[in-house]
């Protein structure tokens, strides 16, 4: 099999809690703002992609947050150029004003977003190898919390469990089902100490940050249980 590079931080993400795969993106998230933010912001393929799509909200304002502004001004100056270059000819009517709008949308995206979309499906499909091939991991797999989003691209992912592919559907569909009915529960039982009768029972404050962590995104702060 041609995924061993891969394994060791699938090995260490499912050894942790919450959703592995979404702490594998976010590791790989961290390294590519890193890169177009400190190392490798004057490589010239570097700054080539990201001159050719920019930078989504979300990853510029993670590079603004950090600490190299001059790094980041470099990739914005040779961006704005870029920008300026897609309309060095003005248009002049209905027609090329359209068409200026199109070439300008076809050039804004974000790089590290791409970087993502295409490394990630890796993951997916190594995540199934592993089930598959390596002894001890089944048992990992079948025990950890999937988020809906990863959970669906590891359906997609499934037939690459080879032989053991209804196994591995089996794990996965049963491991969300325990979870959303754990997170069904949890959020009756915060809605409930809302309820009159329930006089002086105080709500979980992790369990609406829970529920939002599995179902639609691991980008939200978890207050401590009080």
Same mark, same amino acid.
């Given at each position: 099999?041609?995924?061993?590079?891969?394994?060791?931080? =699938?090995?260490?993400?499912?050894? *942790?809690?919450?959703?592995?795969?979404?702490?594998?993106?976010?590791?790989?998230?961290?390294?590519?703002?890193?890169?177009?933010?400190?190392?490798?912001?004057?490589?010239?393929?570097?700054?080539?992609?990201? !001159?050719?799509?920019?930078?989504?909200?979300?990853?510029? $304002? $993670?590079?603004? %947050?950090?600490?190299? +502004?001059?790094?980041? $001004?470099?990739?914005? *100056?040779?961006?704005?150029?870029?920008?300026?270059?897609? /309309?060095?000819? /003005?248009?002049?009517?209905? +027609?090329?004003?359209?068409?200026?709008? =199109? !070439?300008?949308?076809?050039?804004?995206?974000? =790089?590290? @977003?791409?970087?993502?979309?295409?490394?990630?499906?890796?993951?997916?499909?190594?995540?199934?190898?592993?089930?598959?091939?390596?002894?001890?991991?089944? *048992?990992?797999?079948?025990?950890?919390?999937?988020?809906?989003?990863? %959970?669906?691209?590891?359906?997609?992912?499934?037939?690459?469990?080879? +032989?053991?592919?209804?196994?591995?559907?089996? %794990?996965?569909? @049963?491991?969300?089902?325990?979870?959303?009915?754990?997170?069904?529960?949890?959020?009756? $039982?915060?809605?409930? @100490?809302?309820?009159?009768?329930?006089?002086?029972?105080?709500?979980?404050?992790?369990?609406?940050?829970?529920?939002?962590?599995?179902? /639609?995104?691991?980008? /939200?702060?978890?207050?401590?249980?009080?």
């Amino acid at each position: 099999m041609q995924y061993q590079i891969q394994t060791a931080p =699938v090995w260490d993400a499912y050894r *942790e809690n919450g959703c592995p795969l979404c702490r594998i993106y976010s590791a790989r998230e961290t390294r590519l703002v890193k890169q177009y933010l400190e190392e490798n912001v004057m490589d010239p393929d570097f700054r080539t992609a990201s !001159n050719a799509v920019g930078f989504c909200e979300s990853h510029i $304002a $993670a590079m603004y %947050a950090g600490q190299n +502004k001059l790094g980041l $001004a470099l990739q914005l *100056e040779t961006r704005a150029a870029a920008l300026a270059d897609l /309309i060095a000819k /003005i248009p002049a009517d209905k +027609k090329s004003a359209k068409k200026t709008a =199109v !070439n300008l949308r076809s050039h804004c995206g974000c =790089v590290i @977003c791409s970087n993502l979309e295409e490394v990630m499906p890796r993951y997916f499909m190594t995540v199934a190898e592993m089930f598959d091939n390596e002894p001890n991991f089944p *048992e990992l797999f079948s025990a950890a919390t999937h988020c809906v989003t990863h %959970a669906t691209a590891l359906f997609d992912a499934a037939a690459h469990a080879g +032989k053991n592919t209804a196994r591995f559907l089996y %794990a996965l569909a @049963c491991g969300l089902k325990r979870d959303l009915k754990r997170t069904e529960s949890e959020l009756r $039982a915060f809605a409930d @100490c809302f309820d009159f009768n329930a006089a002086g029972s105080r709500p979980d404050p992790t369990a609406i940050p829970r529920a939002i962590k599995l179902m /639609i995104t691991d980008k /939200i702060d978890m207050p401590s249980r009080k």
